[in-house]
């Protein structure tokens, strides 16, 4: 990749330019990586609700346009800008939304995942280096040719680009031997999921819980809690199609919220005799935050937030529910330290400690990414994995 090191690559991304729009497939100009930044080469991109939402424009306040969505891939290093030690070119790697600096107190703490500089900011759009961005266009959302303009960054990573370039916090270097294709579901879904259960909630062997939501967060975290030994792993969905890839998570009952003329919570406390050691909400609903937040045993129960919530919302709970000895917490990117823990992380599923190929239910080419869309948001996929560019050689 000698040859385009320092050089502005022109190249093929998905351009978002409005809410709702179709994604745009056209030519960007990438600039090279300034200091302390990585120019990635995107081999594999999957689509998440969170990519979604996006691109919905649910948030007001987050939109930024044109844009280049996408934050969960795997790719190889093509150039790094000065300073970068830690990955070089040649090197594969993920992109992560939530980064790790190294240096700053929350990153030199066992406690927090929150890095002070490159924490996740769905309100950021550009460059930490100099506040501006590495890609633009000189063509409008319709082919036609117009005055340069910028493309806004979306989440520290922007993978729906066949080069993108990232914060090196953002960067983590993987094993050259892993099968790349589901290494692309470690950059969030997965990783949030699992993390929730071993990291956030750190669900013990012989312990029970359940998970309200089986989107691929929510089987994520089923599958959690399956490696980690969990004795009864209840599954919440209001769509039974969902159940069947639950049983290949681990997921041993199964609640219909749609079949019950009781509150769920009240099912689990039933099935449990007083209710799970931990429940994990992933849908991002209010009122099924309450339902599982009940479901946990009186005196200890543990209820871990993993859903995306609207604005503004508030929790559903009287302080003095708290007095009953259940707690919440919220977890993003289920706590790992993404350049500290993923690598190991990575080798565990290498190992089949974790299941990844249940996740990935289709595969289409770059140029079908709106198609991708439609199957998310038709309730049709788990993880629809895109081809951006061709690996030539591994």
């Not at 000698?2 to 179709?22: H, M, N, R």
């Not at 012989?206 to 691929?216: E, H, I, M, Q, R």
């Not at 599958?223 to 969990?230: I, K, Q, V, W």
Request: aromatic letters at 8%.
């Amino acid at each position: 990749m000698a040859e385009t090191q320092e050089k502005v690559i022109t190249c093929k991304a998905a351009v978002a330019w409005g809410p709702k729009e179709p994604l745009v497939i056209q030519e960007i100009c990438v600039d090279p990586p300034q200091k302390m930044e990585v120019r990635v080469k995107i081999l594999y991109s999957s689509i998440c609700h969170t990519d979604l939402g996006a691109w919905n424009g649910v948030n007001e306040a987050e939109r930024a346009f044109p844009r280049i969505l996408g934050h969960e891939a795997v790719g190889i290093v093509e150039s790094v800008g000065e300073g970068v030690k830690d990955v070089k070119e040649g090197d594969y790697v993920i992109p992560t939304f939530n980064g790790e600096c190294g240096e700053c107190r929350v990153c030199t703490n066992g406690v927090s995942n929150l890095c002070e500089r490159y924490k996740v900011d769905p309100m950021k759009r550009l460059m930490v280096n100099d506040g501006g961005t590495r890609f633009s266009t000189t063509t409008n959302k319709d082919g036609g040719s117009s005055q340069k303009q910028r493309v806004y960054h979306f989440l520290n990573t922007s993978t729906f680009t066949e080069y993108t370039v990232l914060d090196s916090a953002c960067v983590v270097k993987i094993d050259p031997n892993a099968p790349l294709k589901q290494m692309s579901l470690l950059s969030c879904g997965v990783s949030t999921g699992v993390g929730a259960a071993w990291n956030t909630a750190n669900v013990k062997e012989g312990t029970t819980t359940a998970v309200f939501g089986l989107g691929s967060v929510g089987l994520a975290v089923a599958e959690g809690a399956r490696a980690r030994g969990a004795s009864r792993i209840i599954g919440v969905d209001a769509n039974a199609s969902k159940f069947e890839k639950g049983k290949l998570m681990g997921v041993t009952d199964f609640v219909n919220p749609k079949d019950l003329t009781k509150p769920v919570h009240e099912r689990i406390r039933e099935l449990l005799s007083g209710g799970v050691d931990y429940s994990f909400e992933c849908t991002g609903n209010i009122d099924v935050l309450r339902e599982a937040f009940l479901s946990t045993q009186a005196g200890w129960g543990s209820t871990v937030l993993v859903g995306i919530y609207p604005t503004p919302k508030t929790l559903p709970l009287h302080p003095m529910e708290l007095f009953d000895g259940r707690t919440i917490t919220g977890s993003i990117f289920g706590g790992f330290k993404p350049k500290s823990q993923l690598p190991d992380f990575a080798q565990q599923c290498m190992k089949g400690v974790v299941k990844l190929e249940p996740f990935i239910t289709n595969e289409l080419p770059f140029e079908k990414i709106n198609d991708a869309f439609q199957l998310l948001r038709d309730g049709k996929s788990l993880r629809c994995l895109l081809q951006i560019s061709k690996l030539l050689k591994k």
